[in-house]
Each structure stands twice: as C-alpha cells, then as structure tokens.
C-alpha cells in the first residue's frame, strides 16, 4: 500500500524546517504580546466608558487565555518530554510566556497609572508576580487537563493505533500526574514564603491556597479544557467539523460552567467565580471569547502542521499497487 502523493506532499510541506522555525516563532510572538495587546484594548475601553463593564471589554477579557494554550501544548505535546532539544523548547516557552504576563502587567500599570511605572519590565523583583500566579494556573490547568488527556487518547484513537493507547494509557501517565502534583505543592509553598513576590498567597498557608484553589478556582477550568479537546477530535475530520468545532465549544463550555457553578454552591455557598458569577451575558461573551482564542490557536497549530493525532477513524488515502501475477513474480 502506498500513501497518497497530496498526502506525502503535504507531509513533506509540514516537516520542512522553515515552516517549523515559522511556527515556533509565531507562538513565542504570541506568548509574548497577545497578553499586552489584550490588555491595552481592555484599559482602553474601559477607560472610554468610566470604568463600565461593556460586552467588547468583557469580550476580550475572555480572550485573555495563554494560560490554557500553554498547558495544552504541555499535555498534548508529551513526546517533547523525551528529548533533550523538547525540553529546551518546553524552556524557552514558558520563559516566553513569564515574560508575557511581565508585560502584560506593565501594559496594565502603565495604562492605570502612567507614572507609577517607568521602569523596563522585569527589573524588579514584584514585576514576578503575575507570572508566578500564571505560572501555578498553567502547573494546576496542566494537571487537570493529564488524565481527560489519558481518557481521550485512550477512547478516542483508532483501533490501528495500539501505540498510542500504550503510550499514554501507561504507568509513566501516573507517574506525570502524580509528579505534577508535587510541583503544584511546591510551587504554592513558594509562593506562601518570603522568597517570592506579594501574591495573594503571601498571607496565606499552603493548606488554605490549596483549598480555595481545588475548591473553585479548578472546577471552573474543567469545562474549558474539555472544550478544548473537542475542538481538537473535531480538527481530525474534515474542515467543517473545524468551523462546527466553536460554536460547540462554545456551548459546551456555558453549560458545563453553569452546572459546576452550582453543584459548587451547594457545598459552599459563599464561593465566587469572578465574571463568570455575572449575568448570563457577560457569562457568554466571557467564554466565547476565551474559546475563540483556543480555537483560533488550535486552528492555528493544525494548518502549520500540529495535528493532534487521536481520533483519525479515516484512513489515508492509499494508491492500489499493481497486481502481479505469479507468472510475472517468477
């Protein structure tokens, strides 16, 4: 059986080194600036309307969602994990990121209060708080995201594809979601001591962060990444099941968001979930643009040749080879 020649083409256009280079810069560039840029329009039209929530603003304060692209890419990129070079990649990443929601923050200062920050970005010992609590959001998103990620691959590859339910479905998973858990931990008894910047855990004890963060930060991330693994099984179909992909996400993601809210507050009615407690509109503008942004992102990463590769239930197209007749074989 012999593959396609489009489809060998395609590969071969999808592994030249250009386009590879291409791609990991555009996503350093987005690290970078999409945290800045969304802000500034934030600021802006915030500042134009007196301090009003219009659903514009709200809209792309919901478009404000590297931490969740990031943790993706983590996940879902594990391969990277066996190399050296992966891990240099993974590195430079999250500096890119850090580094984003340094400027991020400045962009954000700068517009609140234009001489209160005249120093260069990352500088100074504060300007690392952002990133540090961004930096523990990708750590606990990237933990949750671990066995939906295991569940799916194991449920959602082919039957051909015995290799992938191995490889993920594996001891080695467990141990990552174990281990990841440990730096979480970690992470928050850094941020609750003196040797980090004043973060709102500061005043806090491990314990305590821990349990506002699994009570109601955690939840309310669950259905984000859910939608973001639909929007990836959607982009191994064809290119409509893509466009179909968002405005499924979409809803999954307020419905999902809505029934959390409230089994949460059952259990603790004094529980608060920002934007997402406001009125159903701005509920909707929020996640619609916090999907739009993965979506596009994923979107994105799959026509430079980032496919996630799990649920494919078509086959290539191959070429018949040519009969031989024992006669001829002789």
């Known amino acids: 059986m012999r593959v396609n020649s489009s489809e060998s083409s395609m590969n071969e256009f999808h592994n030249h080194p250009g386009l590879t280079i291409t791609r990991r810069l555009l996503f350093v560039a987005a690290l970078l600036f999409v945290g800045p840029i969304s802000v500034a329009f934030f600021q802006y039209r915030v500042r134009a309307h007196q301090g009003e929530l219009t659903p514009d ?33 993974a590195a430079i990443y999250l500096v890119a990121f850090s580094y984003g929601r340094i400027l991020f923050d400045a962009t954000q200062e700068r517009w609140i209060d234009p001489e209160s920050y005249i120093h260069l970005p990352g500088t100074r010992f504060e300007d690392f708080a952002r990133p540090a609590i961004d930096t523990l959001m ?3 998103m990237a933990w949750l995201l671990t066995p939906i990620a295991m569940i799916c691959l194991a449920e959602l590859s082919t039957p051909t ?24 931990m970690g992470w928050v008894q850094l941020l609750a001591s003196d040797f980090a910047p004043q973060t709102n855990y500061s005043n806090a004890s491990t314990a305590k962060a821990l349990q506002i963060w699994l009570g109601q930060y955690a939840p309310m991330h669950i259905p984000h990444l859910l939608a973001a693994m639909l929007i990836m099984f959607a982009l191994t179909k064809r290119w ?12 999954f993601d307020a419905l999902c968001t809505q029934l959390i809210i409230y089994v949460v507050k059952q259990f603790n009615g004094n529980a608060q979930f920002g934007i997402l407690s406001n009125a159903n509109l701005n509920r909707w503008l929020y996640i619609t643009g916090r ?9 994105t990463a799959s026509l430079l040749g980032v496919r996630p590769y799990f649920g494919r239930r078509r086959e290539a197209p191959v070429e018949p080879e040519p009969e031989v007749s024992p006669i001829d074989a002789d």
């Open 57 to 89: 603003v709200v809209f792309f304060w919901g478009m404000d969602s590297l931490p969740a692209i990031v943790a993706v890419w983590l996940v879902m990129r594990s391969h990277v994990w066996t190399s050296w070079q992966g891990w240099v990649r």
């Open 291 to 299: 999907s739009l942004t993965l979506w596009s992102a994923l979107c």
């Open 138 to 140: 990708v750590l606990m």
């Open 161 to 184: 594809e015995p290799a992938t339910r191995s490889r993920h479905f594996s001891i080695w998973g467990l141990i990552g979601f174990v281990t990841l858990a440990a730096i979480i």
């Open 240 to 251: 409509w099941w893509a466009l179909a992909a968002l405005p499924a996400a979409i809803l």
